[in-house]
């Protein structure tokens, strides 16, 4: 019966901050002890900025990037039906791009031609993409992989070349590298099957020596 009384107070007691009671017995006795504390001061709630609707469930974690071109913010995303999203920052889907397979990993911002322009680089199972702002393809990519991808792309300087490179593992149990415009890397000698890579390759250093873990 008490519980049900508590039931039917939650609506005040959800404006406490702090609310404790005791109750106990003994000495032939029964002793109550009630503390409850109520800020004045309210707090500050979570406003909406602005929502849009997508044409199915977003699948990805969205990319927050910004524009260096023109300075402003964009959410970069897809959905389950493998529809790419570019969305500004009032809300505004910029545009929207189908590809045929869901993304793998995560999305990286680049700078392709070190020019000061942005590309969104990512792979599906089967390809290498690489797109400009406008939502248009990238030089020649998509680029088809060697084998099914079983894990997302890294993006790294790994070779201290002062260019980034793009690592993948396939279902073949190979590892391949390229460089950031889609060629294969150059000087890339590792030719050993491995395992299955499910995670993304991580570049280490220890004791001024470079891995790939």
């Known amino acids: 019966d008490f519980n049900a009384l508590l039931g039917n107070g939650e609506t005040i ?14 000495n032939g006795a029964f002793n109550t002890t009630v503390q409850a504390l109520h800020e004045m001061e309210k707090v ?12 199915t469930v977003s699948r990805k974690k969205p990319l927050l990037l910004m ?11 897809q ?10 920052e009032a809300g505004n889907i910029e545009w929207k ?6 993304v793998t990993g995560d999305f990286h911002l680049v700078d392709a031609n070190k ?45 201290h070349s002062g260019t980034e490179k793009i690592l993948v593992a396939c279902q073949n149990k190979m590892i391949y590298a390229y460089e950031i415009n889609g060629k294969p890397m150059s000087g890339w000698s ?8 499910t995670l993304p390759v991580l570049p280490v250093s220890s004791k001024e020596k470079d891995y790939l873990l």
């Open 190 to 197: 590792f030719s050993q099957p491995v395992t299955d890579v």
């Open 13 to 26: 007691l959800n404006k406490l901050t702090t609310f404790s009671l005791q109750y106990s017995n003994g």
């Open 115 to 159: 020019n000061g322009d942005a590309e969104l680089l990512f792979n599906t199972a089967s390809q290498l993409y690489l797109l400009d702002m406008n939502g248009n393809n990238y030089g020649n990519f998509p680029i088809r992989l060697p084998s099914q991808a079983t894990n997302g792309i890294t993006v790294a300087d790994f070779d």
């Open 97 to 102: 791009k189908r590809i045929a397979e869901p």
């Open 67 to 77: 524009n260096p071109e023109n300075k402003r913010h964009y959410v970069f995303t």
């Open 44 to 55: 500050k709630g979570v406003d909406l900025v602005w929502s849009v609707q997508l044409d």
């Open 79 to 88: 959905d389950e039906s493998n529809t790419l999203y570019l969305i500004d």
